[in-house]
């Protein structure tokens, strides 16, 4: 292996592309034959590894990409990719020209953003689409004449070209809520009438995409579901379809030693063993997204659950294990080991969050090992990588 394509301390995330696969296409399939995809990779794809899932997904099926920001663009046009990538967040019409440049589409979120965005459209063609807030209450124009005018100026410009109109739902997780179906309507009132042969119409999230396959207009940004994470756990228990879970993550044991009772583990030694104990060490801690919240919490060595003993530390942390294990012993954080599994929802239980936030607040200094058909096929390790 080159040196850019390995790791030196045993702890990595494994993102697994099958499952990236997998879930796009039971959403395309779910759409029926009209439905397009953006797949959402923003945050360095929830934290799995943008240009792997972007990749997967295109091959998958899905017809565009979004991030948040422009900076997310420029890093997938950088890796390599080519197809066409959506900005969801506001960006500065001063970063209009460098957009074109990388052949970003940017979101409209007011008449004065476009009109500002034209005089810095210098050289070529910004393609965007405009962002509706129905009710989110974060980005977007809420009249129907600003929308209007908005569409006026873009086709009477030789410097812009309309590619979609879209909105967020605040609620759409949530089974028993009104609301969705307020913003629903109130979308379908601010675009009513306006033709749109050719542009992408897109309201859906993975939850609205997930219950209201028929509804979505034309276009699904799937986001979490991709990752084979459900929206909320109500939706979990309702699923149309089963989703797969894409990220595990392991390390290994890196020292193992007998305490006697009474020893202490840790800051603060507040963990005292109650009786004669084997103590694992594991390289990985809070600096890798590992936080201190979790250290009530429980992770998988040979199969089975043992708990991480005292205070998360940056870099390591300890765990009680049940006799002696060898040192190199895989420890799951994680993901599956034999029969125990644990889901990224139990780690967003103990940590009273929701799934999203999980992968997200994996750090850079955690390796992701890509597989495909359950081998390695790339390793990202962007502490040694230039
Ligand atoms: C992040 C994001 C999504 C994806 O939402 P999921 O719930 O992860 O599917 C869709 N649209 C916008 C505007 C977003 O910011």
């Avoid at 410097?159 to 605040?170: D, E, N, Q, V, Y």
């Avoid at 997200?360 to 359950?374: Q, Y």
Wanted: hydrophobic letters at 40%; glycine letters at 8%.
């Amino acid at each position: 292996m080159s040196e850019d394509l390995t790791f030196y301390r045993d702890t990595w995330a494994e993102i697994n592309l099958d499952a990236i696969e997998y879930n796009v296409k039971s959403m395309i399939q779910h759409l029926g034959r009209d439905g397009k995809v953006i797949a959402v990779v923003k945050a360095n794809a929830y934290g799995h590894g943008d240009y792997e899932v972007a990749e997967t997904a295109i091959k998958a099926g899905a017809d565009m990409l979004a991030v948040a920001f422009v900076d997310e663009g420029i890093a997938l046009r950088k890796k390599g990719m080519r197809s066409p990538i959506l900005v969801l967040g506001a960006s500065r019409p001063e970063d209009v020209q460098i957009s074109i440049d990388y052949d970003l589409t940017l979101t409209a979120v007011s008449l004065d953003w476009v009109m500002q965005a034209e005089k810095y459209a210098a050289d070529g063609e910004l393609a965007f689409h405009i962002k509706l807030d129905t009710g989110m209450g974060r980005l977007g124009i809420t009249k129907r004449e600003e929308l209007e005018a908005v569409i006026e100026f873009a086709c009477t410009s030789a410097h812009l070209k309309l590619g979609g109109i879209f909105t967020h739902f605040a609620t759409a997780d949530e089974l028993d809520s009104d609301y969705a179906e307020y913003q629903f309507a109130a979308f379908e009132k601010l675009i009513d009438g306006i033709a749109y042969p050719e542009w992408m119409i897109h309201c859906a999230n993975s939850a609205a995409g997930l219950r209201f396959p028929g509804r979505i207009f034309n276009t699904v940004r799937l986001g979490i579901s991709m990752y084979g994470l459900a929206p909320s756990m109500e939706l979990k228990e309702n699923l149309p379809y089963p989703l797969e879970e894409a990220l595990s993550l392991h390390t290994k044991l890196v020292h193992v030693k007998k305490i006697a009772k009474g020893e202490k583990v840790s800051y603060g030694a507040a963990y005292t063993a109650e009786e004669d104990e084997w103590i694992g060490t594991l390289p990985v801690g809070y600096a890798d997204g590992w936080i201190r919240r979790l250290k009530d919490s429980e992770v998988l060595a040979d199969g089975m659950r043992v708990p991480i003993v005292g205070r998360i530390c940056m870099d390591q942390c300890m765990i009680r294990l049940p006799r002696k294990m060898p040192i190199g012993t895989q420890v799951t954080l994680i993901g599956r080991q034999s029969e125990e599994y644990i889901p990224i929802d139990e780690i967003a239980g103990r940590l009273e969050t929701i799934n999203y936030e999980v992968p997200c607040i994996l750090s850079a200094r955690v390796p992701r090992m890509f597989l495909r058909n359950k081998s390695i096929m790339e390793v990202r390790n962007p502490i040694i990588q230039s």
